[in-house]
């Protein structure tokens, strides 16, 4: 029997990649497509697919937390794929018992690869118990998080409270910190990615407004309609910086603030 299989990614373009390479391995059947988190959650309960690809980031909820929804609901687990752009999610992939990780840029023999992982564990009955235990407690557990945040400016090694970070914006790799105030500073994390940094920061204050930038919700200034029923963000730095809202956040920024 072919492998039955739901692919979820928010970018169009990834979907038709992978569809594309599934397709070409054989004996495949991509039973439905989704584009976010909450459509993975209603596929899997409609198709019950025995494998999904599933995309780490995407507005809203992630693939953690489909995988902690679908525990909440009692939908049968599948077997996982993770796929995504950044590294430093594979052993949490892990952690949840997912078959594979695939970054991205897809490549033909890695889908080949996770499909055969998939084959081989086909005839395994779900999870045991022990294990779904396990993952809801570490699905559940909140992350410990330091008041306190480094940052590297002018030679030397500074913390800082998180409530005075006004955003932080990611450049060639690199992620710069801007602080609140007329003296206020700017500074560069040791982080890799905005995620990792965001994975330190107290969720209930820090939201991903756009690809490339973090803001502290407390330190938003003015919200500035912009072209296209788009919005920028005016900060409370000394600059008074505009970050840009991507599309995707748009209706993220109406909620916080009843737009």
């Known amino acids: 029997m072919p492998l039955s299989v739901v692919i979820v990614d928010d970018e169009q373009l990834a979907r038709d990649e992978l569809a594309y390479l ?31 690809f599933l995309d780490v980031q995407m507005p809203g909820l992630d693939g953690f937390g489909v995988i902690k929804k679908l525990l909440d609901k009692k939908i049968p687990l599948p077997q ?40 081989s564990q086909q005839e395994a009955e779900g999870l045991p118990s022990e294990k779904i235990d396990t ?3 570490m699905l559940q557990t909140p992350k410990p ?4 945040i480094l940052l590297k400016a ?22 710069t910190v801007v602080t609140a105030g007329p003296s206020g500073m700017e500074g ?12 330190s920061l107290d969720p209930g204050l820090f939201w991903r407004a756009h690809r490339s930038y973090l803001v502290n919700i ?36 109406r909620e916080l603030f009843g737009l």
């Open 22 to 52: 599934l397709k070409s391995a054989g004996d495949v059947n991509v039973v439905a497509q989704g584009k976010n988190g909450l459509e993975a959650i209603n596929l899997i309960k409609e198709h019950n697919p025995d494998l999904v």
């Open 80 to 119: 996982i794929v993770f796929a995504t752009a950044f590294d430093q999610y594979a052993v949490k992939a892990f952690e949840v018992n997912a078959v594979d990780y695939l970054l991205k840029p897809f490549e033909k023999k890695r889908v080949a690869q996770s499909l055969q992982r998939a084959r």
């Open 135 to 137: 993952l809801v407690r």
């Open 145 to 148: 998080q330091s008041s306190k």
């Open 154 to 175: 002018l030679g030397r090694m500074f913390l800082v409270d998180q409530r005075e970070i006004c955003y932080a914006s990611i450049e060639d790799g690199v992620i």
């Open 188 to 199: 560069h994390s040791n982080c890799r990615t905005l995620e990792e940094l965001l994975d």
């Open 218 to 253: 407390n330190r938003i200034r003015e919200v500035v309609p912009w072209f296209k029923s788009s919005y920028q963000l005016r900060m409370d730095d000394k600059k008074q910086s505009e970050i840009p809202v991507s599309r995707a956040q748009t209706k993220r920024l």
